[in-house]
Nanobody, 127 residues
Framework: QVQLVESGGGLVQAGGSLRLSCAASGRTISYYTMGWFRQSPGKEREFVAAITRSGGSTYYTESVKGRFTISGDNAKNTVYLQMASLKPEDTAVYYC????????????????????WGQGTQVTVSS
């Protein structure tokens, strides 16, 4: 198992930027597929972005395309989510998730795909 710890959340004005970090320990994540999800009060947890093993491919939900960038640093065993042009509707608790990469990966937008989760970090965007 890999342990994941998110950081970097906070309060920011609309139009601003934040960079979330997900530090992994226990296993190297270079062989993992990593994802970011978010959950707003009263809503289900939803997919935001994913990056496959060693950054081979990246995926984004439509609402963040062009604004968010997921990346990884294998040397630091850390995954990042750079968020720009933030909107009030981006307000949520953001969770990092991961799973070992396999030959045929299932739908990376689904929560059940990931078997390692962090505790979340709050992002609040004021209007």
């Amino acid at each position: 198992q890999v342990q994941l710890v998110e950081s970097g959340g906070g309060l920011v004005q609309a139009g601003g930027s934040l960079r979330l970090s997900c530090a992994a320990s226990g296993r190297t994540i270079s062989y993992y597929t990593m994802g970011w999800f978010r959950q707003s009060p009263g809503k289900e947890r939803e997919f935001v972005a994913a990056i496959t093993r060693s950054g081979g491919s990246t995926y984004y939900t439509e609402s963040v395309k062009g604004r968010f960038t997921i990346s990884g640093d294998n040397a630091k065993n850390t995954v990042y989510l750079q968020m720009a042009s933030l909107k009030p509707e981006d307000t949520a608790v953001y969770y990092c998730a991961g799973r070992p990469t396999i030959a045929t990966m299932p739908d990376l937008r689904k929560l059940y795909v990931y078997n390692n989760w962090g505790q979340g970090t709050q992002v609040t965007v004021s209007s």
